[in-house]
């Protein structure tokens, strides 16, 4: 049994036995939990250095790899590599981001086991002892939100590394002067708690808006219009949605293109 909860179940079973007599009392309690969570925040891994692991583990994936071309086919290497020291500022923004939550979680996850421990100790009347028996459960609900932290520093690490994705890709398609992009979603995963209007993105294309294409008149919006109306993909908290970039007018639906394009197509 670690420090923090052999801390959390001596001042239950304190209350349990004794009740609250005094503000002073509940103060030294106070104190003495928070120094004890804060003692386990301190002596767990180092989250930050995980979180900053998965993102660089996933930058390399992407860039040094080559799986982000998959999502820009017809985008060539040497165009990318041009585009390295911007896509680095993402990586650097994103483990920067990802600090900041971590510590903001941590910081919530502390306030939120001192309010519990307060609002619990205070409802107990003085002189009215009551048996220890549920010193464990009563702690457990206590120190709940505690041991979530680490929990919580995974999930920070797997949105913001779709949100590093999704940046990269905005700066390869900005910068090769992307015309669309097709939506996907995995709403057909299976336990993959996906957002209604995005499941009805899935498939959709979209356009860029001021487009070379579009000032030439060689295609026009379809049904889903333009890339800017809607939420970029990950933007939104835990969305795994991404988009496959299309650079030249034969990639995208017949019904897309104008007689203009038709007729350069043929030609």
């Not at 930058?59 to 290497?77: E, I, S």
């Not at 520093?153 to 779709?162: E, N, P, S, T």
Request: proline share 3%; with cysteine.
């Amino acid at each position: 049994m670690n420090k923090f909860t052999q801390t959390v179940r001596d001042a239950v079973k304190y209350y349990m036995l004794h009740g609250y007599s005094s503000e002073k009392e509940l103060s030294l309690w106070m104190l003495t939990l928070r120094a004890a969570a804060e003692d386990k925040a301190t002596s767990e891994v180092n989250l930050v250095e995980v979180v900053t692991d998965h993102l660089r583990k996933s930058y390399d994936t992407q860039v040094n790899r080559g799986a982000m071309f998959k999502r820009h086919p017809g985008v060539g290497r040497f165009s990318v590599d041009m585009l390295r020291p911007e896509m680095r500022r993402e990586l650097d923004r994103r483990i920067v981001a990802s600090a900041n939550l971590i510590k903001l979680n941590r910081q919530k996850a502390i306030d939120t086991t001192m309010s519990r421990f307060s609002g619990w100790a205070t409802s107990i009347p003085p002189g009215a002892p009551s048996s220890p028996s549920g010193v464990i459960k009563v702690s457990q609900h206590i120190e709940k939100s505690a041991k979530q932290v680490a929990y919580e520093a995974r999930r920070v690490a797997i949105d913001q590394g779709h949100k590093l994705i999704q940046n990269i890709d905005n700066v390869i398609a900005t910068s090769n002067n992307a015309i669309a992009v097709q939506w996907h979603s995995y709403w057909r995963q299976p336990g993959y708690d996906y957002r209604e209007d995005h499941k009805e993105r899935d498939q959709q294309y979209y356009l860029m808006r001021d487009s070379w294409a579009l000032k030439n008149g060689v295609i026009i919006p379809g049904s889903a219009k333009y890339l800017d109306e809607v939420t970029m993909f990950g933007e939104e908290v835990f969305c795994r949605c991404y988009g496959t970039y299309i650079y030249a007018v034969r990639g995208l639906p017949r019904e897309m293109l104008t007689e203009k394009a038709l007729s350069m197509l043929k030609s």
